[in-house]
């Protein structure tokens, strides 16, 4: 009798280790659905808020790590020669974005980060590149991230990080020229 208990024993520990693997592995599997699931339904939503600021089709924001960033600092207060989210200035900006997404190194005032870059006409722009104005001054004094359909971000003095449009009458009347970061 003692070694049918033994071995009933036995038997009842082991199949309660196989419920349990089977119920963990469950788990594991939900959790990573789950997990792949969260990021598609949040790519998805970030392309569908940028294509209706841009005024673009979803299927063409291709970039969702650069659209995530842009979520992630949108509406950051500008401060000069700030650099974090406590507050940040054009060309902090401009700086990360371009190290975080591209993964190039840009630092300095807006007219250094110019001296950095192959000059472009506006009709060469693609997403990526940076756009300078002078703003009542004589010399570069704004930098913004060319986004597409006329749109670039940057930090505004006023609004923080934001998107506008090039054609909109103050940034089209200070716009001096487009770069590319060699």
């Known amino acids: 009798m003692h070694n049918q208990y033994k071995g009933l024993l036995n038997y009842k520990i082991i199949c309660c280790n196989i419920l349990f693997l089977i119920f ?9 659905t789950t997990k792949s699931s969260k990021t598609n339904n949040s790519n ?19 970039n ?11 509406a950051t207060p500008y401060q ?6 406590k507050g ?3 060309s902090g900006f401009a700086s990360v974005l371009t190290q975080q997404i591209y993964n190039k190194m840009i630092n300095g005032s807006a007219a250094d980060i110019y001296k ?9 722009l693609k997403e990526g590149d940076l756009v300078f ?17 006329n749109k670039f971000v940057h930090a505004s003095t006023k609004k923080g990080v934001i998107i506008n449009d090039l054609d909109e009458p103050y940034y089209k009347k200070y716009f ?3 770069g590319r970061v060699n």
């Open 176 to 178: 001096h020229k487009a």
């Open 116 to 124: 950095l870059c192959k000059p472009l006409s506006k009709k060469e």
């Open 64 to 74: 969702a790590k650069l659209y995530a960033f842009i979520d992630d600092w949108y």
């Open 24 to 32: 963990y592995s469950s788990c594991s599997i939900h959790k990573t």
């Open 133 to 149: 104005f002078k703003i009542e001054s004589t010399h570069i004094s704004h930098v913004g991230v060319y986004l597409q359909h």
């Open 44 to 62: 998805k939503a970030i392309k569908g808020k940028y294509a209706t600021l841009l005024g673009v089709s979803e299927n063409t924001i291709t």
């Open 88 to 90: 940040i200035d054009c």
């Open 80 to 85: 000069y020669a700030g650099k974090s989210k």
